[in-house]
């Protein structure tokens, strides 16, 4: 449900790849969280991993094949063509012609093919070919056409549905994992949910179906807030009048490997802070499962950022809205029941109330961290938001609070800026904010930064210490970077700072 938002993700050896869109339907490739600007590389590299066979067409889901499709074959057919004359075309037709063979097994990408072969020595001989971008394009064809049975098969309306399900949070799987994982959410699975007692206890609000069908007017879209990857959200109001947020699960979301649900519901079970959705109850009865969680009443940070609510967050209003978040995922790394590593902090997922402070919430992917004292870490599939992404999680799959801290400082750079964390409309030096920010303070522009629409006058000393706390953040090696404790004390000290500049003038 937010702009910038993943459509599939997978694993190649050590890299991560996530193809993800934009609002505008453009799409783009990273690779261990490094956009790659230049399509026409892009397209080479994915033309590589389907080489070396560690993607294989038999084995992507359809949405990536339709976004290796949109990518690399319709629009970068123009721009092959003109470096290769037509022979790029002449290999989409092949495609085309030989629709009644199974093009994976014809071009040697199935299961039991040796002739590509995953060795190195066969990439550098890939690589040594001229003309490779051809040579990759035809490789990744038998996905075009794989991609184009599946039309037949379905109806446009049900390829639609199944596109946009899938624009979902990242999940990407461990390099071991050779089979690329859906890009789907992955669905809570019947067997594993068990209400635990706790929940009882901290549930204040306990609602039959009936009662929830009754508040929500039977789930009527007028009640309708929004939709993420779980499932839909409704505003319900309860017979005593109060306001609650409903959670519904998407019936697809019932069956499978992982518990998204008792993830969320035990993890916000152990939760109470001020700037954390609190949990209220949780229904779990035949084929509906609902979170039911307080209602957060004036929409979300990135709305908000956009312009939505008509009037435009001040200076001192996103300086709060930061320091609630730092103080919500300190909370959670240092001071909750057990460390938990929140996963998905974003500003789709920062809540606001009607005096603007801020509430964390959606913990759908959220962790908790390693139980044993001697570990930093755990070892744990990639699961984020592209352009939020920790560098060396995508990396290495060791995952610690300082993920939580990388996505903080992606989400200040947002809070000062209004821009997205990946702007695909923008020329690519623009494209990646964090970068273009990065760039523009070397250069002392940081005035250029700053959201053109905030009225406030920013002393020059205070911008730069949040946009260097930002960069600190964002450090590419967790080492690098501060604790979230930390950051709200810096946080702190800068809205101080910040205050007096403003009574000085
Ligand atoms: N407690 C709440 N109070 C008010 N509105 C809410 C609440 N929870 C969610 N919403 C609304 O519902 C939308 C969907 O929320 P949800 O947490 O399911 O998904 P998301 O974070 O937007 O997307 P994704 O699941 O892909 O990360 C939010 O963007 C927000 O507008």
Same mark, same amino acid.
């Given at each position: 449900?937010?702009?910038?938002?993943?459509?599939?993700?997978?694993?190649?050896?050590?890299?991560?790849? !996530?193809?993800?869109?934009?609002?505008?339907?453009?799409?783009?490739?990273?690779?261990?969280?490094?956009?790659?600007?230049? $399509?026409?590389?892009?397209?080479?590299?994915?033309?590589?991993?389907?080489?070396?066979?560690?993607?294989?067409?038999?084995?992507?889901?359809?949405?990536?094949?339709?976004?290796?499709?949109?990518?690399?074959?319709?629009?970068?057919?123009?721009?092959?063509?003109?470096?290769?004359?037509? !022979?790029?075309?002449?290999?989409?037709?092949?495609?085309?012609?030989?629709?009644?063979?199974?093009?994976?097994?014809?071009?040697?990408?199935?299961?039991?093919?040796?002739?590509?072969?995953?060795?190195?020595?066969?990439?550098?001989?890939?690589?040594?070919?001229?003309?490779?971008?051809?040579?990759?394009?035809?490789?990744?064809?038998?996905?075009?056409?794989?991609?184009?049975?599946?039309?037949?098969?379905?109806?446009?309306?049900?390829?639609?549905?199944?596109?946009?399900?899938?624009?979902?949070?990242?999940?990407? &799987?461990?390099?071991?994992?050779?089979?690329?994982?859906?890009?789907?959410?992955?669905?809570?699975?019947?067997?594993?949910?068990?209400?635990?007692?706790?929940?009882?206890?901290?549930?204040?609000?306990?609602?039959?179906?009936?009662?929830?069908?009754?508040?929500?007017?039977?789930? *009527?879209? &007028?009640?309708?807030?929004?939709?993420?990857?779980?499932?839909?959200?409704?505003?319900?109001?309860?017979?005593?009048?109060?306001?609650?947020?409903?959670?519904?699960?998407?019936?697809?979301?019932?069956?499978?490997?992982?518990?998204?649900? *008792?993830?969320?519901?035990?993890?916000?079970?152990?939760?109470?802070?001020?700037?954390?959705?609190?949990?209220?109850?949780?229904?779990?009865?035949?084929?509906?499962?609902?979170?039911?969680?307080?209602?957060?009443?004036?929409?979300?940070?990135?709305?908000?950022?956009?312009?939505?609510?008509?009037?435009?967050?001040?200076?001192?209003?996103?300086?709060?809205?930061?320091?609630?978040?730092?103080?919500?995922?300190?909370?959670?790394?240092?001071?909750?029941?057990?460390?938990?590593?929140?996963?998905?902090?974003?500003?789709?997922?920062?809540?606001?109330?009607?005096?603007?402070?801020?509430?964390?919430?959606?913990?759908?992917?959220?962790?908790?961290?390693? *139980?044993?004292?001697?570990?930093?870490?755990?070892?744990?599939? !990639?699961?984020?938001?592209?352009?939020?992404?920790?560098?060396?999680?995508?990396?290495?799959?060791?995952?610690?609070?300082?993920?939580? !801290?990388?996505?903080?400082?992606?989400?200040?750079?947002?809070?000062?800026?209004?821009?997205?964390?990946?702007?695909?409309?923008?020329?690519?030096?623009?494209?990646?904010?964090?970068?273009?920010?990065?760039?523009?303070?070397?250069?002392?522009?940081? $005035?250029?930064?700053?959201?053109?629409?905030?009225?406030?006058?920013?002393?020059?000393?205070?911008?730069?210490?949040?946009?260097?706390?930002?960069?600190?953040?964002?450090?590419?090696?967790?080492?690098?970077?501060?604790?979230?404790?930390?950051?709200?004390?810096?946080?702190?000290?800068?809205?101080?700072?910040?205050?007096?500049?403003?009574?000085?003038?």
């Amino acid at each position: 449900s937010s702009s910038e938002l993943t459509l599939a993700g997978a694993a190649c050896g050590d890299d991560q790849l !996530v193809i993800f869109d934009a609002s505008d339907g453009l799409l783009n490739l990273s690779v261990n969280g490094v956009l790659m600007q230049d $399509r026409v590389f892009a397209c080479q590299k994915l033309g590589f991993y389907f080489g070396s066979g560690c993607l294989r067409c038999s084995n992507l889901s359809d949405a990536w094949r339709s976004a290796v499709k949109q990518y690399c074959g319709e629009g970068s057919e123009k721009s092959h063509a003109t470096l290769h004359q037509d !022979v790029p075309r002449k290999l989409l037709r092949w495609s085309t012609e030989n629709s009644s063979r199974n093009a994976c097994e014809r071009s040697g990408l199935n299961e039991n093919n040796q002739d590509i072969g995953d060795s190195s020595e066969k990439q550098e001989h890939l690589l040594a070919v001229p003309g490779v971008i051809l040579l990759c394009c035809g490789l990744m064809l038998p996905c075009f056409h794989a991609e184009r049975k599946e039309v037949s098969r379905h109806d446009n309306a049900t390829i639609q549905r199944n596109a946009l399900e899938s624009v979902s949070s990242y999940e990407g &799987s461990m390099s071991s994992e050779k089979v690329p994982p859906t890009p789907h959410r992955i669905p809570p699975s019947p067997s594993r949910f068990a209400p635990s007692p706790q929940i009882a206890r901290v549930g204040s609000v306990n609602l039959s179906i009936q009662q929830i069908l009754r508040a929500t007017q039977n789930f *009527s879209p &007028s009640f309708k807030l929004g939709e993420g990857g779980f499932g839909m959200v409704y505003r319900a109001v309860l017979p005593d009048g109060n306001v609650v947020a409903v959670k519904r699960a998407k019936k697809d979301q019932f069956a499978g490997p992982r518990d998204e649900f *008792s993830n969320e519901v035990d993890l916000l079970a152990k939760i109470d802070h001020r700037n954390l959705v609190r949990l209220l109850g949780f229904t779990d009865k035949g084929n509906e499962r609902i979170i039911i969680t307080e209602y957060v009443p004036n929409g979300t940070l990135r709305e908000h950022l956009d312009g939505q609510h008509g009037r435009v967050l001040d200076f001192n209003q996103r300086l709060e809205i930061a320091i609630d978040v730092a103080h919500a995922l300190t909370y959670l790394h240092l001071y909750a029941e057990k460390t938990i590593i929140h996963r998905d902090v974003k500003s789709s997922n920062i809540l606001l109330t009607d005096s603007y402070r801020a509430k964390v919430s959606d913990f759908g992917f959220a962790r908790s961290g390693p *139980s044993d004292t001697e570990k930093t870490h755990i070892s744990t599939k !990639v699961k984020g938001t592209a352009g939020y992404l920790d560098p060396e999680y995508l990396r290495t799959y060791q995952l610690t609070p300082k993920s939580d !801290v990388f996505s903080f400082g992606i989400l200040l750079v947002e809070i000062l800026s209004a821009r997205r964390p990946v702007e695909l409309k923008r020329t690519p030096e623009e494209r990646i904010t964090i970068r273009w920010t990065f760039k523009k303070f070397n250069e002392g522009n940081t $005035r250029e930064i700053l959201d053109p629409l905030l009225e406030d006058h920013v002393d020059d000393e205070v911008l730069e210490k949040l946009l260097s706390l930002a960069f600190q953040c964002a450090a590419p090696t967790r080492d690098d970077r501060p604790t979230m404790k930390e950051v709200g004390e810096q946080l702190w000290e800068i809205r101080k700072e910040y205050g007096k500049s403003v009574r000085k003038v």
